[in-house]
């Protein structure tokens, strides 16, 4: 074993002798110049490699962050709001008719009528009073409410009247032989407390006779598109003076459109020198009544006119009558129920609530925020008039809570209203990392590539 190894360190020594003694490799000079030019080239091909890594993640980082984001998607409902209620008038029993004009927001130019009913005539009793205080002023016009006009003076034929009317169960008033009076003050009497010989006596007084007065009566209907009043004497007694309940809507629209008779019947008590006494109009006063005339034969009557608070800018004007009621008491009540469904068919219509979610929007880099309705809102129809609505939002990159962000216009009909949109909370900017990590969803060249 020992001469073994002592072979084995015999032979590396002579290698390692062999190598010392071995000359040098000789390298050309050429070969050393090309060899010196690689290693430049390769420095400067990885210096370069190097730069340009270097200024396109310069380029980059730049149009990261001060590329635009994409806008935030935006989420949205248009609820359509639910009409009110329709109306249902109230009608009074017996033959009625009613005319409601005004509030043309609501109503329309035409407003609204109704009737329901027998449609043909009835007596129509003292309203009778009314269509003879406006043919005598026809022929014999005051020139306003506070004219008194010409004085009349009672013949003993005049006196008469008084027991005449008296016998038959009439409404009557003192008229002494003699005793003078206005005609603003005999008109007075004749339709405030609907005395019969003042109607009979002014009527004789204007015209010369009764048949004259009839005439005369005949041709102002006529004139005055109410040819299917049929009036045969003054004062409504007779039951032959008839009208239909539409045709008292005329009538007493003509009737308040005279200064002088509406300021009579407007009257709550006389105001006539040593008289004294109650309009038979009990509704006077209430739910804007402000006349026209009662009457009463076998079945009640009235003709009224109002000017209704609907909780619109102004009131309505309302003409009705009612034709052939069981007692007045009740026409009354059946008149306040009628008017009391004509203002309750104005309702608010509740179209949207403080806070209420209409929308919402999201960004890419995760920000959310919903549209909400900045103020109750809420508007007043008549009936069921539809209602629609139209909704217009905003882009929005950022914004802060509050903010408005879009419009909502509902419309009734003509009316409009219109409520903002905003923000209920902040939409911030996306930080820097998520710029330089989500280049496809900047707003910029590189968006939507992938």
Known sequence: METHDDELTSFADLLDSADADAPAPVIDPAER???RRRRLRAGITTAVVALVLLGLAGGYAAYALTTPVALPAAETRTPQPTAGAPASLAMPAGASAVQVSGGTDFLGVDGLAAASGAPGPLPMASI??????LVVLDAH?????DDPGPVLTFSKADHALYDQYYVRGATIAAMPTGSTMSLHDALELMLVVSASNYADAVSTWAFGSRGAFVRATDAWLDRNGL???????PTGIDPRNTATAADLITLGTIAMSNETIAGIVGMTTLDVPGFTGSNTNSLLGTDGVRGIKTGTLEGSNLLFSSLLDVGIDEPLTITGAVLGGRDRDSVNSDVERMLGSIRSGFHAVSLARRGEVYGSYETPWGAEAQMVVAADAAVLTWSDTPITAE?????LTTGRAGEKVGTITWTAGPRTLSTDL??????AMPDDWWRLTHPLELDGPLAGRG
């Open 33 to 35: 110049a090309r060899r």
């Open 128 to 133: 009778t009073k009314l269509v003879t205080a």
């Open 141 to 145: 016009p005051l020139s306003g409410p």
């Open 227 to 233: 040819g299917r009043i049929t009036v045969v004497e």
């Open 391 to 395: 909704m217009t939002t905003s882009p």
């Open 422 to 427: 905003v923000l209920d909370a902040d939409i």
